[in-house]
């Protein structure tokens, strides 16, 4: 008699094609502009950059949409898309620079999305590990560690 075995289909709508760096930063205070043009800082990469943010306050503009990201949300940015801070108070961001090419970033991009506890502690072991895995960019400055 054949053992009948029960199987899962999964589901894989996201892709990591490469993982450019893992790190975190550290930052005290921005001052909040008056108006968008005079943000204190502009990025724009041509990677997807996901930022959780473990602690602090952190405010940005993508789009021209604005954005208050709370600890324990994810921010995912697409690439090519100018992100500028607007205000940043005692922040604790870790990051990680990654390409993929899945259509159902779409869905999440450029938006604040909450985690569960265990979508945390699964994100924070797989930073932990890039943190590890990773040779240190940063050298001596107290801001960045990680790469």
Same mark, same amino acid.
């Given at each position: %008699?054949?053992?009948?075995?029960?199987?899962?289909?999964?589901?894989?709508?996201?892709?990591?094609?490469?993982?450019?760096?893992? +790190? +975190?930063?550290?930052?005290?205070?921005?001052?909040?502009?008056?108006?968008?043009? *005079?943000?204190?800082?502009?990025?724009?990469?041509?990677?997807?950059?996901?930022? +959780?943010?473990?602690? !602090? =306050? +952190?405010?940005?503009?993508?789009?021209?949409?604005?954005?208050?990201?709370?600890?324990?949300?994810?921010?995912?940015?697409?690439?090519?898309?100018?992100?500028?801070?607007?205000?940043?108070?005692?922040?604790?961001?870790?990051?990680? *620079?990654?390409?993929? *090419?899945?259509?159902? %970033?779409?869905?999440?991009?450029?938006?604040?999305?909450?985690?569960?506890?265990?979508?945390?502690?699964?994100?924070?072991?797989?930073?932990?590990? !890039?943190? =590890? =895995?990773?040779?240190?960019?940063?050298?001596? *400055?107290?801001?960045?560690? !990680?790469?």
């Amino acid at each position: %008699m054949m053992k009948v075995r029960k199987e899962t289909n999964v589901n894989n709508a996201f892709a990591i094609d490469t993982i450019m760096s893992v +790190y +975190y930063a550290r930052m005290k205070e921005t001052e909040t502009p008056k108006r968008q043009e *005079n943000s204190s800082k502009e990025e724009c990469f041509d990677f997807w950059q996901l930022l +959780y943010l473990e602690s !602090g =306050r +952190y405010i940005c503009s993508i789009g021209g949409k604005l954005l208050e990201q709370k600890p324990g949300q994810i921010l995912l940015v697409e690439p090519q898309q100018i992100r500028s801070t607007w205000q940043a108070e005692n922040v604790l961001v870790k990051i990680i *620079n990654f390409r993929c *090419n899945s259509a159902k %970033m779409a869905e999440i991009q450029n938006a604040c999305v909450q985690l569960s506890d265990s979508e945390k502690d699964l994100l924070l072991r797989a930073i932990e590990t !890039g943190l =590890r =895995r990773f040779e240190n960019i940063a050298h001596d *400055n107290p801001i960045f560690w !990680g790469q």
